[in-house]
């Protein structure tokens, strides 16, 4: 599936964002979805993933409580509260084919698409 990412830009610490994440043909039903970040100089990082039919969610200890990603048939959100500026980092979404299974992976190998990111840059 060829996912597009989009909702990243410049925030202030504290504030808000939403990122989305779309299907650019067919839909996301048969599919775990996974936000992963990567700052500059960083590693890969694994923020938030859901599973396909949206039943199960599963957050990075760093994100807990500010992050929620949602699904539905065509996208997968991830919405961004009280941004720091530690959260900086190009945001990749991914997906996986469940079309059996309904669970959430963190490991980034597991995931078989990926968006080309959008990019979050949070000012202190």
């Known amino acids: 599936v060829q996912l597009q990412a989009s909702g990243g830009g410049l925030a202030q610490a504290g504030g808000s964002l939403r990122l989305s994440c779309g299907a650019s043909e067919g839909t996301l039903s048969d599919y775990g979805m996974g936000w992963f970040r990567q700052a500059l100089g960083k590693e890969h990082e694994f923020v938030a993933g859901i599973s396909r039919t949206g039943r199960r969610t599963y957050y990075a200890d760093s994100v807990k409580g500010r992050f929620t990603i949602t699904k539905t048939r065509n996208t997968v959100y991830l919405q961004i509260d009280g941004l720091k500026p530690e959260d900086t980092a190009v945001y990749y979404c991914?997906?996986?084919?469940?079309?059996?299974?309904?669970?959430?992976?963190?490991?980034?190998?597991?995931?078989?698409?990926w968006g080309q990111g959008t990019l979050v840059t949070v000012s202190s």
């Open positions: 991914a997906a996986e084919r469940q079309p059996y299974n309904d669970y959430v992976s963190p490991r980034r190998y597991e995931f078989d698409d």
